[in-house]
């Protein structure tokens, strides 16, 4: 089955502008996890969406948002960009034993 | 609070064995899990510990240790293509999964 799909894939943005990101978990998986990853931070949580709630939030500005839709796609929305956004931003689908997270290839985005 | 711990790069020979420890500051967590990840790749899951004790995959195998807030990742027979950033990762009661920052294990040949 297809694996989890994150698109687009690459993204050049400007301060102050806003963002969204879109990824499409594996087909059953109901549990989707953001995180934000620049070098030597690791993996940041931001959240975690399942069946269409947000369960989980990390410690990240308001200006970070999310949500996700019946078919458990899920977007994340960045606002008013500042050049400390850069990064991969990453997004993993779980099915209902949740012991394995199965990422996408991540969105990186850049911004100037 | 919640913390991983885990060294930030590991340099090994090909052949050898290396082992990446974790440890944790948190509580109420089902298991710990490894995953590797490549220069531009997604991270890929390796191994999941819900018990104390080893868990052995292949070359690669996984500890934990509850009491010792502690585990470890064994890999053995090392060749080239395991050169790669590995993380530790906790799954918390309430469902979230919180990431180590990641050793970076350099090889030899």
Same mark, same amino acid.
Not at chain 1, 28 to 55: A, D
Not at chain 2, 27 to 54: C, E, I, K, V
Not at chain 2, 74 to 99: G, N, P, T, W
């Given at each position: 089955?297809?694996?989890?799909?994150?698109?687009?894939?690459?993204?050049?943005?400007?301060? /102050?502008?806003?963002?969204?990101?879109?990824?499409?978990? @594996?087909?059953?998986?109901?549990?989707?996890?953001?995180?934000?990853?620049?070098? =030597?931070?690791?993996?940041?949580? $931001?959240?975690?969406? *399942?069946?269409?709630?947000?369960? !989980?939030?990390?410690?990240?500005?308001?200006?970070f948002s999310g949500r996700q839709?019946?078919?458990?796609?899920?977007?994340? !929305?960045? +606002?008013?960009?500042?050049?400390?956004?850069?990064? &991969?931003?990453? %997004?993993?689908?779980? /099915?209902?034993?949740?012991?394995?997270?199965?990422?996408?290839?991540?969105?990186?985005?850049?911004?100037? | #609070?919640?913390?991983?711990?885990?060294?930030?790069e590991v340099t090994a020979v090909?052949?050898?064995?290396?082992?990446?420890? %974790?440890?944790?500051?948190?509580s109420g967590f089902y298991g710990?899990?490894?995953?590797?990840?490549?220069?531009? =790749?997604?991270?890929? *899951? $390796? +191994?999941? !510990?819900?018990?104390?004790? $080893?868990?052995?995959?292949?070359?690669?195998?996984?500890? &934990?240790?509850?009491?010792?807030?502690? =585990?470890?990742?064994?890999?053995?027979?090392?060749?080239?293509?395991? +050169?790669?950033?590995?993380? %530790?990762?906790?799954?918390?009661?309430?469902?979230?999964? @919180? *990431? #180590?920052?990641?050793?970076?294990?350099?090889?030899?040949?």
């Amino acid at each position: 089955k297809a694996g989890v799909t994150q698109t687009p894939r690459y993204l050049i943005k400007t301060r /102050g502008q806003q963002v969204t990101l879109s990824c499409s978990p @594996i087909s059953g998986h109901r549990s989707v996890s953001w995180y934000q990853q620049t070098p =030597g931070q690791g993996l940041q949580f $931001l959240f975690e969406y *399942f069946s269409e709630t947000q369960r !989980n939030k990390g410690n990240f500005p308001g200006r970070f948002s999310g949500r996700q839709f019946s078919n458990s796609r899920s977007e994340m !929305n960045v +606002s008013t960009l500042e050049l400390g956004d850069s990064a &991969l931003y990453l %997004c993993a689908s779980s /099915g209902t034993e949740n012991t394995e997270a199965f990422f996408g290839q991540g969105t990186r985005l850049t911004v100037v | #609070g919640q913390s991983l711990e885990q060294p930030s790069e590991v340099t090994a020979v090909e052949g050898a064995i290396v082992q990446i420890n %974790c440890t944790y500051q948190t509580s109420g967590f089902y298991g710990l899990s490894w995953y590797q990840q490549h220069d531009g =790749g997604a991270p890929t *899951f $390796l +191994s999941y !510990n819900a018990l104390d004790g $080893l868990e052995e995959t292949g070359r690669f195998s996984s500890f &934990l240790s509850r009491s010792d807030s502690y =585990g470890y990742l064994l890999l053995q027979e090392l060749q080239m293509k395991d +050169s790669a950033s590995y993380f %530790c990762a906790v799954r918390h009661r309430d469902d979230k999964i @919180i *990431f #180590g920052k990641g050793t970076r294990l350099h090889i030899l040949p």
